[in-house]
């Protein structure tokens, strides 16, 4: 009878196994604490016939030394594991970190703030949620102006009867024109790249906010001589040496004269091509020189000091750049879309 059971625990312990601390420490006490099978055995030994006491005896003595040592074995493996997998190699080569890449808008934000740093405009700005005043009325928008409207523009707060409308998404970055005169007396040259909010459908071709820079140069005998060579420089700068430059006369509110500026079509070279619609041309900017009246509004003195002033839509430069076709590109942030700008800077 307990030989049989000395055989059964036998082959039960040589097929024992662990994998941690855990399960080791409860097969130590399923065999071999006080309350183990062993033990048992030990207990039910001492009321055995004695002529079998010493065959058994030897037996069970054998059992115990099986399992003691299984078990010292069973731990040594759990620890040489615990120890492997603790281990760093510090000699192993890193995870390869993937690095991001620059926005196409910021990539050529940055390229045009390049370009006119270097003729000495210096960086302005100003807050996108702005007040009427610095939108349109300082910049001479009259009261009518179809920009003042909800169709065009987005409004935060109106007044009850809805006439007063005041506060609003600032729809161009010519507002910051006004905030640095107020603060500043000429000379004045700047710079202002921001973001600007119009009351659009989003489609391919027009988006509810989109990126523009605007330029702003008042002095003592500013010309529009020097405003067109400013925008040579730029446009060769940007789209390489050989770029021509077109002025057509044009209206915004805050400039008089006011002009578009086109540059030869980046692809055709001024040939005429589908991209250009077989014209040679692409328009890239607005301009012209400071209305007295928005050097007045600001606390200029229009008798002594005249400007030019200028403002590009980034999304546009960046699309004759890089000939991306759907706006909506620009802020879906697709990675493969952006990874395309990887060697760009
Ligand atoms: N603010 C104009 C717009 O959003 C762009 C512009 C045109 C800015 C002519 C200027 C300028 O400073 O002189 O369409």
Known sequence: MILEKIEALKGQIKDLHASNEEALEALRIKYLSKKGEITALFNEFKTVAPEQKRELGQKLNEL??????????????????????????????????????????????????????????????????????????????AADHPARDMQDTF?????????TRN?????????????????????????????VYRNEAITAR????????????????VSFADLKQVLLYFAKELFGPDTKIRLRPS??????????????????GGEGCGFCKHTGWVEILGCGMVDPNVLEASGIDSTVYSGYAFG??????????????????????????????????
């Open 64 to 141: 115990k030394n099986l399992a003691t040592e299984k078990i010292a074995q069973i731990k040594e493996s759990v620890q040489t594991q615990a120890k492997e997998q603790n281990k760093i190699d510090i000699t192993r080569p890193s995870f390869p970190a993937e690095l991001g890449t620059r926005h196409p808008i910021s990539v050529v934000r940055k390229q045009i703030i390049d370009i006119f740093s270097r003729v000495g405009f210096t960086l302005a700005d100003g807050p996108e949620v702005e007040d009427d005043w610095h939108v349109f009325s300082a910049l001479n928008f």
């Open 155 to 163: 409004f935060i707060e109106q007044n009850k009867d809805d006439v």
């Open 167 to 195: 506060i609003v998404l600032r729809s161009h970055t010519s507002s910051v024109q006004v905030r640095t005169m107020e603060r500043k007396q000429p000379p004045i040259r700047i710079i202002c790249p921001g973001r």
């Open 206 to 221: 027009a988006h509810c906010f989109f990126h523009q820079i605007e330029g702003l140069y008042i002095d003592k005998n």
């Open 251 to 268: 209206y915004f509110p805050f400039t008089e004269p006011s002009a578009e500026m086109d540059v030869s079509c980046m692809l055709c």
């Open 312 to 345: 590009l839509g980034i999304e546009r430069i960046t699309n004759l750049k890089y000939m991306v076709k759907d706006l909506r590109m620009f802020s879906e942030n697709d990675v493969r879309f952006l990874n395309e700008f990887r060697s760009a800077h």
